[in-house]
């Protein structure tokens, strides 16, 4: 969206996490701050970067000292911003409610994933015993060739 702190306050857009994705990780050289990270992903690309030159919006998150802090880059400089790490507020609610706690993912109790895994699992095996079965009624079925000789004579006298 390109759009200053400001105006995006004014809007009533908080800036959260769950509104980026990560494009970028990678460590923090000596003495690297924010303008020189602003500067080398500007005119020094890493080799292995793909995405755009930092803009206005981006948001930059430093791991430092066993904290995580997010900037947002603003027109002009950098502003804090500690609410991009903020919970969804749905998340507690999904937390108490869903079957499986590896489904923490915004949809409240959308199922046990390893019991529909398992399902799966069993139906397959359902089905290749299926196919076995119907393959050796088939089998028994099928007329012998001594047999299916004599029924050919037999039809055609």
Do not use: W
Not at 87 to 93: A, H, I, M, Q
Not at 96 to 114: A, F, P
């Amino acid at each position: 969206m390109f759009l200053s702190f400001d105006r995006l306050s004014r809007l009533g857009v908080p800036v959260r996490g769950s509104h980026y994705n990560k494009v970028y990780s990678g460590s923090l050289k000596s003495g690297e701050d924010l303008d020189s990270i602003y500067e080398r992903f500007n005119l020094y690309h890493p080799d292995d970067f793909r995405g755009h030159s930092l803009s206005v919006s981006d948001v930059i998150v430093l791991h430092k000292d066993n904290r995580d802090q997010a900037y947002y880059v603003d027109s002009f400089g950098f502003r804090q911003v500690p609410e991009f790490f903020a919970d969804n507020p749905l998340k507690k609610v999904e937390e108490m409610l869903e079957d499986d706690y590896g489904m923490i993912d915004g949809i409240i109790n959308n199922g046990d994933r390893r019991k529909d895994d398992d399902e799966k699992k069993h139906s397959v095996m359902d089905k290749i015993q299926e196919k076995k079965k119907e393959a050796a009624v088939t089998e028994n079925n099928a007329p012998k060739p001594k047999e299916a000789a004599k029924k050919q004579e037999a039809e055609l006298s």
